[in-house]
């Protein structure tokens, strides 16, 4: 009874912060355009030339995703917000079922519970009479 007590603990130790260490408190996602052309994007205050396919996000906060018409001449401005917390991911609930307490909070404090369902997004952008 206390190997298997000892073993417990010691599974719960390792198992603990699942979505921590599987998933990592950012996402790869990509962003295009609404019509497909590249264009210069303000990602949370870092400038990215679209389309990008591979983008690490904040899982819990999303990010802001800003056209300007200073860096794309021919365009409106436009944004997308990508909201965080978008679903909870399946390592969180596996911390819950092995009763992980240690490791679901430490899944909360990073983020890392949270996934994109759909990692694809497609940014709205218009273009201008342009000169």
Known sequence: ???VLVFG???GVVLGGCATISNQPKQKISITTSNGESV????????VDLPVYDMKISRSKGATIK????DNPCYEDT?????GKDSLSGWFWGNILTGGTTGS???AVTGSMWTYTNPNFVVPVKKTYCN
């Open 40 to 47: 210069v994007a303000d990602i949370n205050g870092n400038k």
């Open 9 to 11: 603990v010691i599974l």
């Open 1 to 3: 009874m206390k190997k």
């Open 67 to 70: 056209i300007l018409k200073v």
């Open 79 to 83: 944004q997308l917000r990508i909201e």
């Open 105 to 107: 909070v430490i899944d």
